[in-house]
């Protein structure tokens, strides 16, 4: 009888080699609990270096001497009417424009609409501003994608897309600059530089 | 780098000299309660000068204040101070060293960046009304006021593997002390055994360097418990267990969003002891509710109603915490211990009753993400590997023997923190819509909370392992009872 107490023992040391080698083995297929490629200490570039939804802002404001952000108010009401009509937004987060400070953001009025499958009745025109004549201008993120997930309002996605314009023969580094947002497709949303706005739209009223 | 060196090397000496001249001799001891009382006072001297529109003092007197505690426990210096003091700043180096030279950073993560940017903030003197919103506040303010003492613009980096060896000296020193009477070479065997388990899976290595509050409030919540063991066990409380309880319960309520939940329960033990006086009670519970109390304040939370005065807010929340240190309640405190215990699990229950359907998806996840995830064959998504599984097995066995007194206080707070976790999940979801116990992934809030808690859990399997004599007993031989 006595014989079988140690079992206890036995079973402790099997169990504790099987849960070591099970977890070396996913440790080994899974993704990896830490990684040593780090060389950016500064947190604002830390940050605004990755992939991270809230970081338009701050990655405007890395690249930019003051940014100012027009038109990302998010709202939650079903989109509908003209050409420039403000519909639902994304998120911008107002503490990341305000912590990071060489920022600020207007939210009195949500993106413009300005999706590629609107047709204006009104003025029977077409979009002027589409994903494919922004393309020229868009900015490869630091992450080296070519655009960024955002948060937006949970009506049509619950995860939409971002795109940062502006022309960089005309603006660059170090400058003041202000960005409007535009809905340019349902679940697409572009950041784009005002004089590049105005441009594309051939001077028409922003809001 | 030379700006964390000093920065580090000096949290490091001068909160193990602080621990020290308040009677933490031991340097598994010292240490994590040194980082708690450090932590304590950094938010105590932040929250100070903010009030007074005097961010841009709050560093440097955090640092004249660590400087003197060193100058006066060296005066005192007696046989026990140097070794901690040494061993504290090489762990702080080796952190830096890790970090800053080898380039090691935790894995990303959205919370991490938000942690940081709060940091930034503090760091620059920024407007702490600017954190009043949803998202920064549910990033804690503890661990953000330590990482906001980098160089300019920078985190200080080295902090977060400092306090992951904290932890590790806390729940050391935990299970030293509630087995030290037991034959070493149990003690060795089932520290081996857990410290292979632990230390093979993603999780616990992922804690290292990840960059949110975790660590820190594991650190408290640690020290919390086990010096409420001890107490349980002993029948008596010293004045150094005693103020490393109140600096754990303090700053692990400030660190997390879920900390005033978790650690309102990890002090129920404590509180319900005969022997405490009412003085210690009401110490006890007011670090819990001054810690939530001036984090909400100083961030100017949402969570203080319109036009209300914070310090209202405090007295109201201070003075409602104190209630069951009156006479009239002592009934209900003697027995809070228990009853929390019962409450805890018919509230789950009531829940999984009411919301089962919303909480399909979360049983799901649970068990995803701790044991296997059968979408994709393979083992915990929550990265935990088979970790929960093997302490599940050894669980069972240490049940099967003898059960002390310690370990049945540790049975029962670790079903507690497993509940509390499970409501304060509930709590979050609830926010957003219906209840809810997490998703599928590392990064699932209740998944991460794990990270908090797993120490009490590796503790309980130790202390039943260990204690437990039919699992020691040699083969043919006969056990004491027989």
């Known amino acids: 009888m006595n014989r079988l107490k140690n079992w206890r023992l036995a079973v402790i040391l099997l169990v504790a080699l099987g849960v070591v080698a099970g977890n070396a083995y996913s440790l080994k297929s899974g993704a990896r609990p830490f990684t040593h490629t780090n060389s950016e200490f500064r947190v604002n570039h830390y940050i605004g270096d990755s992939s991270w939804v809230e970081n338009a802002p701050l990655i405007l404001s890395n690249h930019f001497k003051s940014v100012r952000l027009l038109d990302v108010k998010n709202v939650l009401t079903v989109p509908k009417g003209t050409v420039g009509a403000k519909v639902e937004g994304f998120g911008v987060q107002d503490e990341i424009v305000r912590i990071f400070n060489h920022a600020s953001a207007d939210y009195s009025h949500s993106p413009l609409d300005y999706r590629e499958v609107y047709f204006d009745p009104q003025t029977k025109q077409h979009k002027v501003i589409t994903r494919a004549n922004l393309l020229k201008y868009r900015y490869w993120l630091p992450s080296g994608q070519g655009y960024m997930n955002v948060h937006c309002a949970p009506l049509v996605e619950h995860n939409c897309t971002l795109g940062l314009y502006w022309n960089k023969n005309k603006t660059h580094r170090g400058q003041d600059v202000t960005f409007v947002a535009v809905r340019v497709h349902n679940n697409f949303f572009a950041l784009i530089e005002q004089n590049l706005f105005n441009e594309l739209t051939k001077g028409a009223p922003r809001a | ?482």
């Open chain 2, 1 to 482: 780098m030379l700006n964390e060196i000093l920065v580090l090397t000096l949290i490091a000496a001068g909160s193990v000299a602080g621990a020290w001249l308040l009677g933490a001799r031991s340097t598994l001891f010292a240490i994590p309660t040194g980082l708690l009382l450090a932590s304590v006072v950094r938010i105590l001297v932040f929250s100070t000068c903010n009030m007074f529109g005097v961010r841009e003092a709050a560093s440097g007197i955090f640092y004249v204040l660590l400087a003197a505690t060193l100058i006066v426990a060296a005066l005192k210096a007696r046989a026990g101070l140097y070794v901690p003091i040494a061993i504290a700043v090489g762990a702080g180096l080796v952190g830096i060293f890790a970090t800053r030279v080898l380039g090691i950073i935790g894995t990303r993560h959205g919370d991490s960046y938000w942690i940081l940017a709060v940091s930034h903030l503090m760091q620059n003197n920024g407007d702490m009304m600017i954190l009043d919103g949803h998202t920064p506040l549910k990033r804690g303010f503890a661990y953000p006021l330590f990482l906001a003492l980098g160089p300019q613009d920078q985190s200080l980096t080295g902090i977060t593997p400092y306090i992951f060896f904290a932890m590790m000296c806390a729940l050391i020193w935990v299970i030293w002390q509630l087995v030290k009477n037991q034959p070493r070479s149990r003690v060795y065997i089932v520290g081996a055994v857990l410290a292979a388990i632990t230390f093979s899976a993603t999780m616990p290595l992922r804690a290292i360097f990840y960059i949110n509050g975790h660590t820190l409030f594991a650190t408290g919540l640690i020290i919390t418990v086990g010096v409420s063991v001890i107490a349980l066990r002993d029948k008596v409380l010293n004045n150094a267990h005693f103020v490393a309880l109140l600096a754990g319960v303090y700053v692990a309520t400030s660190t997390r969003a879920e900390g005033v939940a978790i650690m309102a329960i990890a002090i129920l033990p404590i509180i319900s002891l005969k022997f405490l006086s009412r003085l210690q009670v009401a110490l006890v519970i007011t670090s819990l509710t001054a810690s939530f109390a001036i984090w909400q304040a100083t961030y100017n939370s949402y969570l203080i109603p319109n036009g209300m005065p914070w310090i209202l807010f405090l007295l109201i929340l201070v003075g409602a915490g104190l209630l069951p240190v009156i006479k009239w309640f002592d009934w209900l405190r003697h027995r809070i211990f228990f009853l929390g215990l019962v409450g805890l699990v018919l509230v789950y229950v009531a829940a999984e009753i009411k919301w089962h359907a919303d909480f399909r998806r979360g049983h799901k996840a649970l068990i995803y993400n701790l044991l296997f995830n059968f979408n994709t064959k393979s083992l915990g998504s929550g990265g935990w590997g088979l970790f929960f599984a093997g302490l599940a097995v050894f669980l069972i066995i240490a049940v099967a023997g003898r059960w002390t007194p310690e370990f049945r206080y540790l049975l029962m707070i670790s079903v507690m923190l497993v509940v509390g976790s499970f409501i304060a999940k509930m709590l979050d979801g609830g926010q957003f819509g219906h209840p809810d116990l997490g998703r599928i992934g590392w990064s699932d809030s209740l998944n991460r909370m794990w990270i908090q808690t797993f120490g009490i859990f590796v503790i309980t399997v130790a202390v039943g392992l260990i204690q437990n004599e039919k699992i020691w007993q040699r083969i043919g031989a006969k056990s004491k009872g027989e």
